[in-house]
């Protein structure tokens, strides 16, 4: 599972940066004037932010870019992030930013002394940079703590977070179903996954292999003859507007071990990615969804697995697409192909 992604603007106040018992993050260029909060962690500091800004160490810091001071005197801070950031900062400043913040969040809450520059770049950056996939491991790290940002407007501010939230949550969750390993991640269990989806508002149908049969999607079914995982071929519809939908077809091949036309053995585990296109087409539409986009959008991604069985096809083998075409298998590894054939 993804790490909760808690942000929140709040109103900036010059004395919350005194109280704050996490970090601490300010900002600050080498030939602009001071921000208002720079100057008061300066004047905290007694002239330690000052002094950082005048060594080398930071003046070889490119934009976004940062270096951190621990335990600052006349703070409650654990921590104090200095990163270097033009007075006018482009967005890619930003998003360089934030990847700094992300890097280095931990436990404690951070706090963002953003006042008037623009968070949705920042906080997204910081949101993405900090994911790490945690579900299958022994000893899994606790949560990073919450993003707190500081700015002049901070109603403005909440809607740039909120997206940059809705934008890192549907990341989060592509990379958790690519990281995911196939004996956990089966088209079973990622079936189910997507029919919980329906609580957002989208509409989920999901075939199963009598439906598929119904159908004529035998190039499809063709791969998955080797598995004891049934395929399966899944809808997503979000319809925010009217008119003809939005098509995204995702490719989900669980695993694929490339059948009787068998991979080598080295590099194999990383076939649980071979589904990435339906990793893709999920958080796609998941994010869709927690937007309340005006838009109508249909999401269709097939589930198989590529597996060698006595069941197997075969190469050589001759398969009726739902179009009608016929397909001889000369490689079975070429099972990509024949998926999107069918969902197509």
Partial sequence: MTRSLLTEAQPFSLDTITTHDGRVVIFADADSPLPRATKRVDKLTRGAVTRALESEAFTKLKP???????????????????????????????????????????????????????????VQAALLRAYQYEAQKSDPKPDYGPIHVMVADSDAATRALDLATIMARAVHLTRDLVNAPANILTTTSFAKQIEGMAALGLKIEILDEAALEQLGMRAMLAVGYGSECP?????????????????????????????????????????????????VTVGLMQALAERKAAAHVVGLVGLVENMPDGRAQRPGDVVRSMKGDMIEVINTDAEGRLVLADVL
């Avoid at 033009?86 to 969040?105: E, F, N, T, V, W």
């Avoid at 077809?249 to 068998?262: N, P």
């Fill in 64 to 122: 976004g870019a940062g270096l951190q001071l621990g335990w600052p005197s006349g703070m409650a801070a654990e921590a104090l992030h200095i990163i270097r950031l033009p007075r006018k900062p482009a967005a890619a400043d930003l998003r360089k930013a934030g990847l700094s913040i992300g890097k280095s969040q931990g436990r404690a809450a951070t706090l963002i002394c953003a006042d008037t520059l623009p968070v949705g770049e920042m």
């Fill in 231 to 279: 395929t399966k071929l899944a809808i997503l519809r979000w319809e925010g507007a009217q008119g003809a939908p939005v098509a995204v077809v995702g490719k989900g091949v669980m695993f694929d071990t490339g059948g009787v036309s068998l991979k080598p053995a080295a590099g194999m585990e990383d076939m649980t990615m071979d589904m990435g296109g339906a990793a």
